[in-house]
């Protein structure tokens, strides 16, 4: 597609129940980042994906969150047994390639937990 | 690690200045850095992306320039107008794509 496209917009979720966030990076795009961004603070790194090479998990604050990209296209990432500490915009961003052509990010999932 | 800071952290200037916006960058091996806006409650918007090799670049009224030796960057913005309001924020990469923390930027009419 045109950009980077994140599903859902908007989530919400009752606490304790497991939930999924799509990110489709631009086609052809290899390199692919997952951030997380809760209200008025900074972007905070969660993972980052290059092609075949074995995902940067270093960000992930917890084993309740997960994150994986299939084919090297559609990322997903999923975060289980939710908490309200989870509740924030969820940015993902693609780039051609890693070290030189910048980044497009995607409008975020908005993630609730009640 | 790389650290980046950005400076003012909010910034309020009447319509029609001239502005500039400060990011400093710890680890010179960079990449490139890239500018954004981010408006209230939306995503990323890159403004303007340098190359490791390049001291500048322009787009409208914006310009930014990267001195990689001593890390730092600047975002010039001319003639400010009340759609300019935003957070700016900005990103270097190495091994990781670092963000800042932001200047907030509100233009007063």
């Known amino acids: 597609g045109a950009g980077v496209s994140q599903s859902p917009s908007n989530k919400v979720t009752e606490k304790g129940k497991d939930v999924e966030l799509r990110c489709d990076p631009i086609?052809?795009?290899?390199?692919l980042y997952w951030y997380r961004q809760s209200l008025g603070q900074g972007l905070e790194f969660l993972i980052y994906?290059?092609?075949?090479?074995?995902?940067?998990k270093s960000g992930l604050p917890s084993d309740r969150f997960s994150a994986e990209r299939t084919g090297g296209s559609v990322s997903t990432l999923t975060i289980q047994r939710t908490q309200q500490e989870d509740s924030a915009v969820y940015l993902c961003?693609?780039?051609?390639?890693?070290?030189?052509?910048?980044?497009?990010f995607g409008s975020g999932t908005r993630l609730t937990v009640v | 690690k790389q650290e980046v800071t950005q400076i003012p952290a909010a910034l309020s200037v009447p319509e029609g200045e001239n502005l500039v916006l400060n990011c400093s960058f710890t680890?010179?091996?960079?990449?490139?850095l890239q500018w954004f806006r981010q408006d209230p409650g939306k995503g990323l918007t890159s403004l303007l992306l340098?190359?490791?090799?390049?001291r500048e670049q322009t787009s409208g009224r914006l310009n930014a320039s990267l001195d990689k030796s001593s890390g730092r960057s600047t975002l010039y913005i001319a003639a400010s107008q009340p759609g300019d309001s935003a957070t700016y924020l900005c990103?270097?990469?190495?091994?990781?794509?670092?963000f800042g923390t932001g200047t907030r930027l509100t233009i007063i009419p």
């Open positions: 340098i190359q490791s090799s390049q």
């Open positions: 680890d010179s091996a960079i990449y490139n």
């Open positions: 990103a270097v990469e190495n091994e990781k794509l670092t």
């Open positions: 994906f290059q092609g075949n090479s074995a995902p940067d």
């Open positions: 961003a693609s780039s051609l390639n890693w070290g030189g052509n910048g980044y497009t």
């Open positions: 086609s052809g795009h290899t390199a």
